[in-house]
């Protein structure tokens, strides 16, 4: 049977009289890519961060690789990556720099933040660069680091937050196979994105509606099931007419 | 027209929706004066002080214990020469020193008049100034309390050296400071800050892009300003005035209007800052720092200004405060009229008109 | 407008230092034509949209906006342009009607007289006139911004990467107001990085790298691909993108959503690789051609260039 790595019963996040979570309840199963979707302001950003053990749920039951939110948001952190469009690199310091520092974070020991960053540099075609400073690098190679530097410690999950938003198609691409590639050998991989292609790149699909989720299944299935060609149609009909 | 007052009420809005600038624009300087009105009211308590008594007799002995017993002073040391004095007050720990003349009680009642002499370091001056009027205070309700029982008028007669810094800065000095101080940072900060911030928001960019002229731009930033920047002077003189006791013996009208100029004066400074730098956090600190500092250390508010280094003394020529200061001074303290400060004025006047020009200069038209 | 054309661009190229964000730029967009400059971040959309507005001076080459000069009459061409930056430029503390007024006031007009060229997208957002700018969600701050920037009714209007960060449904509601305005006669420069939104303007300009790919009609772009386009499907893209990347026939295959879109060495029989996607264990793949979308181009066009 599929292992089941976040579990979500019931959660809720109210901020005053405003319910930015209602009621949400799902799984993720290890080694899956799951996409999380919904129109601005629906709630992704605020569910993602519970998850992520950044703040605490109003309520429900929330289960992270095997850790609790209320109680283990250290442990959940350890055992998660995360990444934005926005900010997952410090632009002001090198690839090298960049590389040691997260390892640093999360307490990987001087020896091995050297094996990893070789493999990393060497794997991601930038031993050329490497001393050049983030800022230099297009957005295509530095989302590829970026992601590779959230998964440097070997997380059971990862966040992705619109991860190749402006990204240009060819790098955007590159930037799926390295999903593949790490799903493939079982890393949990949880993605935003507003690119619908994408969107069916994904196993299993859930998409927000003020506060809830209004859909969830693999994309094929959800085509069939809202008789639509592709999942920006799915997105269309579920977001316009719940 | 209808541009610069669609502008100018913009400006208002922002100001008066954001507290934190309402608080930055009142609180502060509230704060500030009272702060330091009552520091130095109160700093003095058991100053510590000298007597050379010549005399010993009964009425220097009996004046030291009233002094002593005010609870203003605290006796550090007898002295029994010149000498000793100018060593007491260079171990710095003597603010004031009294000296009674020799065959003073004699001399008082024989002739009616005898002599004090108090000498005063006045390297800080609004300290000794205090000091050097507490014991006067004294000495007057000494004789006044004498007179009462007797027939024959009594008198002392005082002689007050400053040493140190004799060209003495009243006590007063003060106000005029801080007002430079506030009207300097408030002014030039608040308008280098919110042009910046249209920088950093986008907004001046959809500006840039439009018909608006850029002088409209600037002219509709710093129009609120002034007002909420007179509306400033006005409380503090307030305050000084009737909580502080700081008289104000020349024009109010004078002194407003110069007020006014080195408003502009300020704020044509907070513009030429925003036109060099794109960021709110480094006008704040291009504002604070190249600002405030030398507003505080020189501009003759705090330190002054005769007993610096030749060079930091030309310096201090080039700051706008150093001349609002002394105008400010002159009018309130000392009633002079403007053909008194019209050289100080002018020097404002061409310092406002030269940042205006730089910054007329520098402003760009387009995002390079 | 003697030419009949909105927009002309000569030779135009931007350097930053060593930094070359563009380079000789040359087309032009008629008049009354809705224009996408399609490609991703990076590749020198805001510096050209920042020229074109005489916010910024080309380093070489030049262009004329409604028959100004974008240096010389950069005064006239700021009278008749409206433009809206990348970031929502409005007043976050300022509520959406004094917004609005404010930026009436700026280009010397008022809401009332131009009400009606902005009705159809103000009207959205009217109900919520007195909530400060700030406190609006993604879509509705586009609205007002966009509302900002016409309501001085521009001849052309020039809109930097309105619809990124903007969910799907925000996007086509954007784009369907944007045929609005269009209809009422304004040239429309709209940049954006989403390839899908391509299809919807008149004429694209594809750039990448500071430099354009192609200019022409979607319809015409998507003909210039020269080679037969085949969709293939399997339950596992990631193998299946291996498997195909290892075939020495392929040309060039993309992941695209459920499927792959590839091309073939001149005289494949796609035979043989239905066969060998059998073999190598795609048992219900499935393969059809297809017409390609300005997506496949665009990577076409990228990895001709590279």
Redesign the interface.
């Known amino acids: 049977m599929k292992e089941t790595i976040i579990t979500v019963r019931n959660l809720s996040k109210k901020f005053g009289d405003f319910i930015a979570n209602d009621d949400l309840s799902f799984d993720v199963y290890k080694g899956e890519i799951f996409g999380f979707l919904g129109a601005n302001g629906a709630g992704k950003t605020t569910a993602m961060r519970v998850l992520c053990g950044l703040s605490k749920p109003t309520s429900g039951d929330i289960n992270i690789a095997g850790f609790d939110v209320y109680s283990q948001t250290e442990l959940i952190k350890t055992n998660i990556g995360y990444m934005s469009q926005k900010f997952s690199l410090y632009e002001d310091l090198t690839i090298d720099e960049n590389i040691s520092f997260y390892g640093g974070i999360y307490k990987l020991s001087n020896k091995e933040i050297k094996e990893k960053k070789e493999l990393l540099i060497n794997k991601l075609q930038l031993n050329a660069v490497r001393k050049k400073l983030v800022r230099e690098l297009p957005l295509g190679w530095r989302q590829k680091l970026a992601f590779s530097v959230a998964i440097f410690h070997e997380p059971k999950i990862v966040f992705l937050d619109e991860p190749t938003g402006g990204v240009d198609p060819i790098t955007r691409r590159q930037f799926w196979d390295m999903i593949y590639e790490e799903s493939d050998k079982g890393l949990t991989v949880f993605v935003t994105t507003h690119y619908m292609d994408e969107a069916e790149y994904c196993n299993r699909v859930s998409i927000m509606v003020d506060g809830k989720i209004a859909a969830l299944d693999t994309p094929v299935n959800l085509m069939q099931t809202y008789n639509a060609k592709n999942m920006d149609e799915v997105f269309l009909k579920i977001v316009r007419f719940s | 027209m209808?541009?610069f007052?669609?502008?100018v009420i913009?400006e208002f809005?922002?100001i008066f929706?954001?507290y934190r600038t309402m608080v930055i624009l009142f609180g502060i300087p509230l704060v500030q004066l009272l702060l330091f009105g009552f520091v130095i009211k109160s700093e003095i308590k058991d100053a510590d002080i000298a007597i050379y008594d010549q005399a010993k007799d009964n009425h220097s002995k009996r004046i030291t214990n009233k002094l002593l017993s005010s609870g203003y002073f605290r006796l550090d040391k007898d002295l029994d020469n010149y000498d000793g004095i100018h060593q007491a007050f260079r171990e710095g720990k003597v603010k004031l020193v009294i000296i009674f003349e020799q065959n003073f009680s004699e001399k008082l009642e024989k002739t009616g008049n005898a002599n004090v002499q108090i000498l005063a370091d006045a390297s800080e001056p609004n300290t000794a100034n205090l000091l050097v009027s507490y014991s006067n205070a004294i000495l007057s309700s000494y004789i006044k309390d004498l007179n009462s029982t007797s027939k024959m008028p009594y008198n002392i007669i005082t002689e007050i050296r400053m040493e140190y810094n004799p060209e003495l800065k009243s006590v007063y000095m003060f106000v005029p400071g801080i007002m430079a101080l506030l009207l300097m940072l408030i002014s030039a900060m608040m308008t280098s800050i919110s042009i910046t911030k249209e920088k950093e928001?986008?907004?001046m960019?959809?500006?840039?892009?439009?018909?608006?002229k850029p002088f409209v731009i600037t002219a509709g930033k710093v129009v609120p300003y002034i007002f909420l920047s007179i509306i400033n002077v006005l409380i503090i003189l307030s305050i000084s005035y009737y909580v502080f006791d700081v008289p104000i013996k020349g024009s109010l009208f004078l002194l407003v209007s110069v007020c006014i100029l080195f408003i502009l004066t300020a704020l044509s400074l907070g513009i030429l800052i925003s036109t060099v730098t794109n960021s709110q956090q480094v006008a704040m600190m291009i504002s604070l720092v190249a600002l405030m500092l030398p507003s505080i250390l020189l501009s003759g508010f705090i330190f002054p200004i005769e007993n610096m280094p030749i060079v930091l003394q030309y310096l201090c020529q080039l700051m706008p405060p150093r001349w609002f200061i002394e105008i400010i001074r002159n009018i309130m303290l000392k009633g002079v009229s403007f053909s008194f400060i019209w050289k100080e004025t002018c020097v404002l006047f061409i310092m406002m008109i030269v940042f205006n020009l730089l910054s007329i200069k520098k402003f760009k038209?387009?995002?390079? | 407008m003697q030419s009949g054309k909105s927009i002309i661009i000569e030779n135009i190229s931007k350097h930053y230092g060593s930094v070359k964000a563009l380079e000789n730029i040359n087309f032009s967009v008629d008049n009354g034509e809705m224009f996408g400059l399609i490609g991703p971040d990076g590749a020198g959309k805001t510096s050209l949209i920042r020229i074109l507005t005489s916010l910024l001076l080309p380093t070489s080459g030049n262009a004329i906006v409604n028959g100004y000069d974008i240096v010389k009459d950069y005064k006239k061409i700021r009278k008749t342009i409206g433009y809206m930056p990348g970031k929502f430029s409005l007043y976050y503390d300022l509520t959406v009607e004094e917004n609005l007024n404010f930026f009436a006031t700026v280009f010397g007009t008022t809401i009332k007289e131009n009400y009606d060229l902005i009705k159809d997208i103000y009207s959205q957002i009217e109900p919520f006139k007195d909530r400060q700018a700030g406190k609006l969600s993604g879509g509705m701050k586009q609205k007002l911004a966009l509302s900002c920037a016409m309501i001085h009714k521009p001849d052309v209007l020039f809109l930097d990467e309105p619809t990124t960060g903007v969910d799907a449904v925000s996007r086509k509601e954007f784009w369907l107001m944007l045929k609005k305005i269009k209809n009422k006669g304004i040239t429309i420069f709209v940049s954006t990085p989403y390839m899908d939104e391509a299809e919807l303007c008149d004429r694209v300009a594809l750039i990448q790298d500071g430099t354009i790919l192609t200019v022409d009609t979607p319809v015409n772009v998507v003909k210039s691909f020269d080679n037969p386009l085949y969709s293939i499907y399997s339950d596992n893209i990631y193998y299946l993108l291996k498997d195909l990347r290892a075939l020495s026939a392929t040309k060039s295959v993309f992941a695209f959503g459920q499927s792959v879109h590839i091309t073939f060495n001149n005289g494949t029989n796609i035979e043989d690789v239905n066969k060998y996607l059998k073999d190598t264990g795609h048992s219900n793949s499935n393969t059809k051609i297809i017409t390609p979308c300005i997506e496949d181009c665009f990577m076409q066009l990228m990895s001709v260039k590279s």
Request: hydrophobic share 45%; glycine share 8%.
């Open positions: 209808n541009i007052k669609g502008f913009k809005i922002h929706r954001d928001m986008g907004t960019e959809v500006l840039l892009a439009s018909p608006i038209i387009r995002l390079e």
